[in-house]
């Protein structure tokens, strides 16, 4: 099985309809960038949810800060 080493999207807020219709070509890739905004798609959907699906993949989940600062969001980062 083929692996994708690097998927980036870049699709001005509809990124979960193209990460829920892409899904086996995510669940093949070593490294998944995509947006998350406040618009578009993410309107409804949150981006714990979408950081929850992706740890059950086996993903770490990473959000990208001001000047190149990563925050971990995998591991129980997100408190009830």
């Known amino acids: 099985e083929d692996k994708v080493d690097y998927l980036s999207l870049d699709v001005e807020g509809q990124d979960p309809l193209v990460l829920d219709g892409g899904m086996e070509t995510v669940k093949n890739a070593r490294l998944v960038e995509f947006e998350y905004h406040f618009r578009g798609a993410w309107a409804e959907e949150t981006l714990k949810g979408r950081t929850e699906q992706f740890d059950s993949l086996n993903f770490d989940c990473y959000l990208q800060g001001a ?6 969001l995998t ?3 997100f408190a009830e």
């Open 67 to 72: 000047h190149g600062s990563l925050w971990r």
């Open 75 to 77: 591991g129980g980062c």
